[in-house]
């Protein structure tokens, strides 16, 4: 069975990092595209960035760039989130999700990490 | 990457259909036919039940059908039950390798 569990939330004062992790189980991790998503409270989802296979294709949501860095390790079955810079905006439940086929499929989610940006 | 357009709200009663709109430009749902729609009730990660704008991952009822015409994509629940009261949401690829969601949109089973 396919499980993903996001960790590294937690309370960030404005302008400081935050690393979120993903580790993956019940696949061949390094056959999938990953995929970060982001919901702030009571509001709707937003795509954050996403990242191949082999690591040779990453993209980011324009406002995003320069701030976030997503990665992996497929040796260690982890995805990762390296935020930067962060505002209070960034407030936000963060889900990692594997795309089944490279096209956005987003068939497995995690349950989510919540990073509270806030002073 | 503006957000796609979908309603706020939509409601039916049990046993009828609904249908929820997914408005988007010729940059995404016009242009492509990478439309995926998410089911998520409160407190719980989006569950996939529409990709490629008509296809059911194994598991998902077919009670729930999906559609598209030019730039408007479309999510119909047939037979409304109960469980099905939740948040909606489209997506789609769009151009430059990005992805864009729907706003959302709340059902509510009367």
């Known amino acids: 069975e396919v499980y993903l569990a996001e960790s590294g939330g937690g309370l960030v004062r404005p302008g400081g990092s935050q690393r979120l992790s993903c580790a993956a189980s019940g696949f061949t991790f390094s056959r999938y595209s990953m995929y970060w998503v982001r919901q702030a409270p009571g509001k709707g989802l937003e795509w954050v960035a996403s990242i191949s296979g082999d690591s040779n294709f990453i993209h980011y949501a324009d406002p995003l760039k320069g701030r976030f860095t997503i990665s992996r390790d497929n040796a260690e079955n982890s995805l990762y989130l390296q935020m930067n810079s962060l505002r209070v905006e960034d407030t936000a439940i963060y889900f990692c999700?594997?795309?089944?086929?490279?096209?956005?499929?987003?068939?497995?989610w995690g349950q989510g990490a919540l990073v509270t940006v806030s002073s | 990457q503006s957000p796609l357009t979908q309603p706020p709200s939509v409601s039916g009663s049990p046993g009828q259909s609904i249908t929820i709109s997914c408005s988007g430009s010729s940059d995404d749902v016009g242009r492509y036919n990478y439309v995926s729609w998410f089911q998520q009730h409160p407190g719980t990660a989006p569950q996939l039940l529409i990709y490629d704008v008509n296809k059911r991952p194994s598991g998902v009822s077919d009670r729930f059908s999906g559609s598209k015409s030019g730039s408007l994509a479309s999510l119909t629940i047939s037979g409304l039950q109960a469980e099905d009261e939740a948040d909606y949401y489209c997506n789609s690829y769009s151009t430059t390798y990005t992805w864009v969601f729907g706003g959302g949109t709340r059902l509510t089973v009367l």
């Open positions: 999700a594997r795309d089944l086929y490279g096209e956005g499929i987003l068939d497995s």
